[in-house]
């Protein structure tokens, strides 16, 4: 991976949970780091091959190796459309890191 494909900033973020004064449980995404990405949004048939809905936009970012990153985070791309990520591989020992991620059509 050339690092001058990595052209978009994306945010990698957490989920906080904390409880409101009523006692109901409230999710918080917290921005852990903005980081730079080359990002390859999948055609219809690699989702069809990997068995991924076909409402659902599923995209591959490659970003460089942070040792923390796990599929409990999610994405936010330059355009502010969140991913839920789905598996985050290393590549090249701790040089990068690819990590898939999807967004439903209807926004689940």
């Keep these: 991976m050339r690092i001058g494909l ?11 949970t904390s409880v409101q004064g009523d006692g109901t449980p ?14 390859r949004d999948m055609t219809g048939q690699e ?10 936009r599923v995209a591959v970012f490659t970003i460089r190796y942070r ?8 994405i936010v791309d330059s355009n502010d459309v969140a991913f839920d990520i789905v598996s ?16 439903h059509a209807d926004g689940r």
């Design 47 to 56: 989702r069809y091959q990997v068995q991924q809905e076909l409402d659902t």
């Design 67 to 74: 040792p923390n990153v796990t599929p409990e985070w999610r």
């Design 26 to 39: 409230s999710r918080v995404w917290t921005t852990v780091a903005w980081v730079w990405a080359a990002r």
């Design 6 to 16: 990595m052209d978009e900033r994306i945010a990698l973020q957490s989920a906080v």
């Design 88 to 103: 985050v591989a290393e590549i090249g020992r701790a040089r990068f890191l690819e990590i898939t991620a999807e967004v």
